[in-house]
């Protein structure tokens, strides 16, 4: 590391920092040019987000589902894999559980059990779906983005026919949404005043910690970075690439039906259109803006859910469109990784990443954009 | 143009990799830079050619002093480098790869820039179709292409590193014939990187030696002006070996060991590629056995060891490893059953950028789902040591010097293999360096793996095979008894003489 050097430690702070404050000022911008004052929009997010634990608890609910994406998706990219299914992995997953709400007869005493088996369900629909992205890219040789936007279509389309068709209401029914779920297979909340569901958050601080123990104790991590830095040396040291990137897609599915689940089991109590809500895509913003590092994830996912949480207010107490937040959003995603492309180039020095620093024979293409 | 280089520094962390070099380079002179790997021959021409820079020194040229910063800049200052693996772009044909460093302002001028290149082919009697895509060409014409590009740009100085590697004899006359051209006739410099003393004996009027840094030494070389006598290079050779490494080496000769009973059976194997259609190959592999594969480059040795290998498709015969049918198997299948394959490109096919070397070796290490981080870490430092890596456990591979690449490609091979498939296992490795890498292969066979391996090194392939197979056209002659072969009929064969 470089910490020993003041230069390169303040380069470092510098482009930590630079992108941020950019992009909070280009949104400040906007709101003055729309006639507002940002500092009543901020107010607005913080209240919307964080005014009392019931607001808490909304942003809790939107944290569980994207970082259980996002950790998916770090494994996904480890092996080199541009997993855009994951949001028709999540909505495969809400299919699944949504099936097992409305059709497995187990009565209150037996919630516990139910939630297990729909929980399971959704891994096992999310997976499914991610196993057919695997299958196209590693038999057909079907780019896993064109596989992926193919198939979050295809389960949209699905669930459509399934809300429209046999899981209709019985009353009025339309396209809107699936009756609500039997009481006994909704996940609980904790309480009216922190409306979440306790065993979720368990699940996601679990998966968190035995993921990142795979990914860095473990031969299948090790295989997973092999396979995502050139699978075909990987492939000649013994590595059985096929199952490996296989896997991958499989673990993000799991995680993503699971995801899934969430929504429908909690945030909405019926199977609706669409009830994956963007998450996944969101997911892959997160984990681009850590360039795949796992440790912040859940950190991130949660300020995510802050301000698109908070940003319901801005309409309500400023009547600004809720969109707002989105843009802010997107400009701190679209700063954060162009300044890391910038220091990438001019200051590779001065990278977190120990490996690529100092003392050791560079590369020729890092020497010709080395700077004096 | 003169080129003067003067107290020239580089360092790579603890490595002194240039040292003070201090050499003058004299206009339509053809120099020769030698040294063994990591001797700093490389970093040297790269410093030359502006593709990084020196800590220290300066160059000068014709006593004046250039700062220049990048290829391009060097180019401009009449400077070019032709890289040992030729930078060029796959998908263009040759014309567009022509056009496309030279060109300046937006319009690209076709019909002039085709006329130029054909004249310059035509000059140096190269064979380059303007309208070939480069993929359909061998590493010799592209080679030509870059010599061409460079010449089209005002080259003033050329650099050749290992410009003989993966090319054939012919290929190579070709080549050092409009070297010399460009020496004599045009007064050019001509720089050659290479480990391969005769190829220098051959082509160069004088030669520099490098050794862990440090200029060692200066030689005229006497091909400019006596007729070469095997006599005359055999004693040059040793002069030079005894430069480069500071004491002569022996010519080796390897242990021979009990063959064992047939590991690997290829019954009439035919395998095909776009340019070539082979003739059907059936070959026997014992325990301990080492065949080598003679050939020029492209003549279809490395689609036979690609499909023995399980990673090229087989058109018809069978392939038997081990008692078992693998003629539909995967790599992988034969991987675990204790057949490896070494590909000739080594960052590209067998070793990972971005890994370092202790994770390559929890990659080959064991089948264990958790990795002990420790005791791999003490198993790499162990390799280090025994392959004399120049590099430490936590490098990424590719910051390592080709060489030393090499040697933990080796290194990465299991200790008690049944079969190795190797392409050129000592590539562009200095002398000293392939036969350690020998060694190590050698101490496999007589524990009973057999090998079989390609090289484009003559005396390579008489020193350690058993029996040779030599290819020329997809057409396959066997040599059962390699110690009446000589390095002259081996030459002949594989020039199509059977």
Same mark, same amino acid.
């Given at each position: 590391?470089?910490?020993g050097?003041?230069?390169?430690?303040?380069i470092r702070?510098a482009? =930590?920092?630079?992108p941020i404050?950019?992009?909070?000022a280009?949104?400040?911008?906007?709101?003055?040019?729309?006639?507002?004052d940002p500092?009543?929009?901020?107010?607005?997010?913080?209240?919307?987000?964080f005014k009392?634990?019931?607001?808490?608890g909304?942003?809790?609910? $939107?944290?569980i589902?994207?970082t259980?994406?996002?950790?998916?998706l770090?494994?996904t $990219?480890?092996?080199?894999?541009?997993?855009?299914?994951?949001?028709g992995q999540?909505?495969?997953?809400?299919?699944?559980?949504?099936?097992?709400?409305?059709?497995?007869?187990?009565?209150e005493?037996?919630?516990?059990?139910?939630h297990?088996?729909?929980?399971?369900l959704a891994?096992?629909?999310?997976m499914?779906?991610?196993?057919?992205?695997?299958?196209?890219k590693?038999?057909?040789?079907?780019?896993?983005? $064109?596989?992926?936007?193919a198939l979050?279509?295809?389960?949209?389309?699905?669930?459509i026919?399934?809300?429209?068709?046999?899981?209709?209401p019985?009353?009025?029914?339309?396209a809107?949404g699936?009756?609500? $779920?039997?009481?006994?297979?909704?996940?609980p909340?904790?309480?009216?005043?922190?409306?979440?569901?306790?065993?979720m958050?368990?699940?996601?601080?679990?998966?968190? =910690?035995?993921?990142m123990?795979?990914?860095?104790a473990?031969?299948?991590?090790l295989?997973l970075k092999?396979?995502g830095?050139?699978?075909?040396?990987?492939?000649?040291?013994?590595?059985?690439t096929?199952r490996?990137?296989?896997s991958?897609?499989?673990?993000?599915?799991?995680?993503?039906?699971i995801?899934g689940?969430?929504?429908?089991?909690?945030t909405f109590?019926?199977?609706?259109?669409?009830?994956?809500?963007?998450?996944g895509?969101?997911g892959?913003?997160?984990?681009?803006? =850590?360039?795949?590092?796992?440790?912040w994830?859940?950190?991130?996912?949660?300020a995510?859910a802050?301000?698109?949480?908070?940003?319901?207010r801005?309409?309500?107490?400023?009547?600004l469109?809720?969109?707002?937040?989105?843009?802010l959003q997107?400009?701190l995603?679209?700063?954060?990784?162009?300044?890391?492309g910038?220091?990438e180039?001019f200051?590779?020095q001065?990278?977190?990443?120990?490996?690529?620093?100092?003392?050791?024979?560079?590369?020729?293409?890092?020497?010709?954009?080395?700077?004096? | 143009?003169?080129i003067?280089?003067?107290?020239?520094?580089?360092r790579?962390? %603890?490595?002194?990799?240039?040292?003070?070099?201090?050499v003058?380079?004299?206009?339509?002179?053809?120099?020769?830079?030698?040294?063994?790997?990591?001797?700093?021959?490389?970093?040297?021409?790269?410093?030359?050619?502006?593709f990084?820079?020196?800590? *220290?020194g300066?160059?000068l040229i014709?006593?004046?002093?250039i700062?220049?910063?990048?290829?391009?800049?060097?180019?401009?200052?009449?400077?070019?480098?032709?890289?040992?693996?030729?930078l060029?772009?796959?998908?263009?044909?040759?014309?567009?790869n022509?056009?496309y460093?030279?060109?300046?302002?937006?319009?690209?001028k076709?019909?002039?820039a085709?006329?130029q290149l @054909?004249?310059?082919?035509?000059?140096?009697?190269?064979e380059?179709?303007?309208?070939?895509?480069?993929?359909?060409?061998?590493?010799?014409?592209?080679?030509?292409?870059?010599?061409?590009?460079?010449?089209?740009?005002?080259?003033?100085?050329?650099?050749?590193?290992?410009?003989?590697?993966?090319?054939s004899?012919? *290929?190579?006359?070709?080549?050092?014939d409009a070297l010399r051209?460009?020496?004599?006739?045009?007064?050019?410099?001509?720089l050659l990187? @290479?480990?391969?003393?005769?190829?220098?004996?051959?082509?160069?009027d004088?030669?520099?030696?490098?050794?862990?840094?440090?200029?060692?030494?200066?030689?005229?070389?006497?091909?400019?002006?006596?007729?070469l006598?095997?006599?005359?290079?055999?004693?040059?050779?040793?002069?030079?070996v005894?430069?480069?490494?500071?004491?002569e080496?022996?010519?080796?000769?390897r242990?021979?060991?009990?063959?064992?009973?047939?590991v690997f059976?290829?019954?009439?194997?035919i395998?095909q590629?776009?340019?070539?259609?082979?003739?059907?190959i059936s070959?026997?592999?014992?325990?301990?056995?080492v065949?080598?594969l003679?050939?020029?480059?492209?003549?279809?040795?490395?689609?036979?060891?690609?499909?023995?290998?399980?990673?090229?498709?087989?058109?018809s015969?069978?392939?038997?490893?081990d008692?078992?049918?693998?003629?539909?198997? @995967?790599?992988? *299948?034969?991987?675990?059953?204790g057949?490896?394959f070494?590909?000739?490109?080594?960052?590209?096919?067998?070793?990972?950028a971005?890994?370092?070397?202790?994770?390559?070796?929890?990659?080959?290490a064991?089948?264990?789902? *958790?990795?002990?981080?420790?005791?791999?870490a003490?198993?790499?430092d162990?390799r280090?040591?025994?392959?004399?890596?120049?590099?430490?456990?936590?490098?990424?591979?590719?910051?390592?010097?080709?060489?030393n690449?090499?040697?933990?490609?080796i290194?990465?091979?299991?200790?008690?293999?049944?079969m190795?498939?190797?392409?050129?296992?000592?590539?562009g490795?200095?002398v000293?360096?392939?036969?350690?890498?020998?060694?190590?292969?050698?101490e496999?066979?007589?524990?009973g793996?057999?090998?079989i391996f390609?090289?484009?090194?003559l005396?390579?392939l008489?020193?350690?095979?058993d029996?040779?197979?030599?290819?020329? %056209?997809?057409r396959v002659?066997?040599?059962p008894?390699?110690?009446?072969?000589s390095i002259?009929?081996?030459?002949?064969?594989?020039?199509?003489?059977?």
């Amino acid at each position: 590391m470089n910490i020993g050097n003041p230069r390169a430690l303040a380069i470092r702070i510098a482009f =930590l920092l630079l992108p941020i404050a950019i992009s909070l000022a280009i949104g400040a911008a906007l709101v003055i040019a729309v006639g507002r004052d940002p500092l009543e929009v901020v107010d607005a997010l913080w209240k919307g987000a964080f005014k009392d634990s019931r607001k808490l608890g909304g942003v809790v609910n $939107f944290w569980i589902p994207l970082t259980l994406v996002s950790i998916g998706l770090v494994v996904t $990219f480890r092996a080199g894999l541009w997993n855009i299914g994951v949001e028709g992995q999540m909505m495969m997953g809400a299919l699944f559980a949504s099936w097992g709400a409305q059709y497995i007869p187990l009565d209150e005493s037996l919630a516990p059990l139910l939630h297990l088996i729909l929980i399971a369900l959704a891994a096992i629909g999310g997976m499914f779906w991610g196993a057919v992205v695997g299958a196209l890219k590693i038999r057909l040789g079907v780019n896993e983005i $064109f596989g992926g936007v193919a198939l979050n279509a295809l389960v949209n389309v699905i669930s459509i026919y399934l809300i429209s068709g046999p899981w209709q209401p019985r009353i009025g029914g339309s396209a809107q949404g699936t009756e609500p $779920f039997p009481t006994p297979a909704l996940l609980p909340e904790f309480s009216a005043r922190f409306p979440t569901n306790l065993f979720m958050i368990a699940l996601v601080i679990a998966a968190f =910690l035995i993921v990142m123990v795979m990914l860095n104790a473990t031969r299948w991590g090790l295989n997973l970075k092999a396979v995502g830095a050139n699978m075909r040396s990987a492939l000649l040291l013994g590595v059985a690439t096929e199952r490996t990137s296989m896997s991958a897609f499989l673990v993000c599915g799991a995680l993503a039906g699971i995801a899934g689940s969430y929504r429908v089991l909690f945030t909405f109590d019926n199977l609706r259109p669409l009830a994956s809500g963007g998450i996944g895509f969101l997911g892959l913003l997160v984990v681009l803006l =850590l360039s795949i590092r796992l440790l912040w994830v859940p950190l991130i996912a949660f300020a995510f859910a802050a301000i698109l949480t908070g940003s319901t207010r801005l309409q309500i107490a400023l009547q600004l469109d809720s969109s707002l937040a989105g843009v802010l959003q997107g400009l701190l995603v679209l700063f954060v990784i162009l300044f890391h492309g910038v220091q990438e180039v001019f200051f590779p020095q001065t990278m977190a990443d120990d490996e690529t620093a100092e003392d050791s024979v560079p590369s020729v293409s890092s020497v010709v954009k080395e700077k004096p | 143009m003169d080129i003067e280089l003067r107290n020239i520094h580089k360092r790579f962390g %603890a490595i002194h990799a240039n040292n003070d070099i201090n050499v003058r380079f004299r206009h339509g002179r053809i120099v020769g830079i030698l040294g063994e790997n990591g001797a700093g021959k490389s970093t040297l021409m790269k410093i030359l050619s502006g593709f990084q820079p020196a800590d *220290q020194g300066d160059i000068l040229i014709d006593d004046r002093r250039i700062d220049y910063k990048g290829p391009t800049a060097a180019i401009a200052n009449g400077i070019g480098m032709l890289q040992q693996d030729p930078l060029d772009v796959g998908a263009f044909t040759v014309l567009e790869n022509f056009i496309y460093g030279g060109a300046e302002g937006l319009t690209l001028k076709r019909a002039q820039a085709e006329a130029q290149l @054909s004249d310059l082919t035509a000059r140096f009697g190269f064979e380059l179709d303007p309208h070939q895509p480069i993929d359909n060409l061998l590493i010799a014409q592209r080679q030509q292409l870059e010599i061409i590009r460079l010449l089209a740009l005002g080259v003033e100085t050329l650099i050749l590193d290992e410009p003989t590697t993966g090319i054939s004899a012919e *290929q190579k006359d070709i080549l050092f014939d409009a070297l010399r051209r460009l020496a004599r006739d045009e007064g050019m410099i001509i720089l050659l990187v @290479s480990h391969k003393l005769e190829d220098v004996i051959d082509l160069c009027d004088e030669v520099v030696v490098l050794r862990a840094g440090l200029m060692v030494g200066e030689m005229d070389m006497p091909a400019s002006d006596k007729d070469l006598t095997s006599a005359l290079i055999a004693d040059t050779k040793g002069q030079l070996v005894t430069m480069m490494f500071g004491e002569e080496l022996d010519a080796q000769s390897r242990p021979h060991y009990e063959i064992g009973a047939p590991v690997f059976i290829a019954d009439k194997l035919i395998v095909q590629d776009l340019r070539l259609d082979m003739q059907p190959i059936s070959l026997t592999v014992h325990a301990g056995e080492v065949i080598g594969l003679a050939g020029l480059g492209g003549s279809g040795q490395e689609l036979f060891m690609r499909a023995c290998a399980r990673i090229q498709r087989v058109n018809s015969g069978s392939l038997h490893f081990d008692g078992n049918n693998i003629t539909g198997a @995967s790599y992988r *299948q034969l991987f675990r059953r204790g057949c490896v394959f070494g590909a000739a490109g080594r960052l590209e096919e067998g070793l990972i950028a971005g890994l370092t070397l202790i994770e390559h070796t929890a990659l080959v290490a064991d089948d264990k789902l *958790q990795i002990d981080w420790k005791s791999v870490a003490k198993r790499a430092d162990t390799r280090i040591d025994h392959y004399r890596i120049k590099g430490a456990a936590t490098d990424n591979i590719e910051q390592l010097s080709g060489g030393n690449q090499q040697r933990m490609l080796i290194g990465l091979l299991p200790d008690d293999p049944k079969m190795l498939i190797l392409e050129q296992p000592t590539r562009g490795l200095d002398v000293d360096s392939a036969r350690w890498i020998w060694t190590q292969l050698l101490e496999r066979c007589a524990r009973g793996a057999a090998i079989i391996f390609n090289s484009s090194d003559l005396e390579e392939l008489v020193t350690y095979s058993d029996r040779i197979l030599v290819f020329y %056209a997809g057409r396959v002659h066997e040599l059962p008894d390699v110690s009446r072969t000589s390095i002259d009929e081996l030459g002949h064969l594989i020039g199509g003489e059977f």
